[in-house]
Structure formats: structure tokens, C-alpha cells
């Protein structure tokens, strides 16, 4: 098989096809989207990615330009877009977990910070509501369930690097949506 070949049966649905084209470029495109981002988790889960998004969009290639530079294409715009959602993120507010986990404990040694911390968790799982499922499990994960990144990176099968991404940006969206309350 070659790549005009397997090109053509992918767009049929040859999973076959798929795992030639993977296994041909894939080197390739890390390298590229590595250069890019410089981190190995990151660059693994953008890659998985690229061709994900490539492989639902195979019926969109044409023969213009060669598969390899249509899949570099679609790797760069990709890392360039978690670049700039990472750059946005980092002009955010940083939310220290101690300021989310106040929201969770509570200390009944003192009826009136105890009613406040309730009054506060109230805040913190309506402020859960408004996320999004996904958004929500990873910060139950990390905050009412008190596991490590390692721990939810292997429930959710994705990796630590993303874990971390995920963590810091549903933290800066729950608080937004509890001082928004």
C-alpha cells in the first residue's frame, strides 16, 4: 500500500488505511508539533489530536499539496491554537487550590464558621452546575475527592501534563462563575 492508496481507502473508512497513514507520519508531525509546544505530554495529546481531526476530515484533502504537508498544516494550526489558549490563560487570575478547598472543608468545632462553610460550599457546587460535565468530574476529582493529578490522568485516561492544563483552567472558570453568583 501506498499513501495515495491507503489516502483513498481511508476516505471509505479503512481503518487499515488509518494505521498505514499513522504509521507513516506520525514521527514526522510529533517532531513538528514538539518544535512547537516543547513539552512531551502536551505534544503527545496534540498529536492524537491532529489526527483525529485529520482522519474526520479526510474527504476535505485534495491533491494540491502532498498529505504530509496537509497533516503538518493541520498540526501547526492546532499547537498554535493550545499556545494561544495556554497565553490566554496565563494572563488569568491564578486560583491557589487552598482558596477552592475553603469552599469543600468544614470545622464544626464553631457553629458560626461552620454555617459560613456551608453557605460557601453552596457557592462552590452551584458554581459546579454551571460547568460543563467533563469540567466538573476533573475538579470533583481534584477537590472532593481529594486525588493527585496521577490519579484523575488515569480515570480520565489522558495525561498528566493536560490534567494539570484542564485543572487550572476550570479553576479559573468556577471562580468566576462563584463571584459571579
Known amino acids: 500500500m501506498n499513501t495515495k492508496e491507503a489516502i483513498e481507502l481511508a476516505k471509505v473508512g479503512s481503518e487499515k488505511a488509518f494505521t498505514y497513514l499513522y504509521n507513516t507520519y506520525h ?11 516543547k513539552n512531551k505530554d502536551v505534544a503527545d495529546d496534540l498529536l492524537s489530536e491532529t489526527f483525529l481531526k485529520a482522519f474526520k476530515n479526510i474527504d476535505k484533502f485534495t491533491k494540491d499539496i502532498s498529505f504530509e504537508m496537509w497533516l503538518k498544516t493541520i ?7 493550545f499556545i494561544r489558549s495556554i497565553n490566554k490563560e496565563q494572563n488569568n487570575v491564578y486560583v491557589d487550590d487552598d482558596l477552592l478547598k475553603e469552599f469543600i472543608y468544614t470545622d464544626n468545632s464553631n457553629p458560626e464558621k461552620e454555617l459560613i462553610k456551608k453557605e460557601e460550599y453552596g457557592r462552590f457546587e452551584r458554581g459546579l452546575v454551571s460547568l460543563s460535565k467533563k469540567q466538573e468530574e476533573v475538579l470533583r476529582c481534584r477537590y472532593n475527592d481529594n486525588m493527585s493529578y496521577k490519579e484523575i490522568a488515569e ?10 492544563h484542564y485543572i487550572h483552567r476550570y479553576k479559573n472558570k468556577l471562580i468566576t462563575n462563584i463571584n459571579n453568583q
Do not use: P, R
Open 155 to 164: 480515570k480520565l485516561n489522558l495525561s498528566i501534563g493536560t490534567i494539570k
Open 27 to 37: 514521527k514526522v508531525i510529533y517532531s513538528n508539533i514538539y518544535y512547537i509546544v
Open 75 to 81: 498540526a501547526n494550526n492546532h499547537s498554535i491554537d
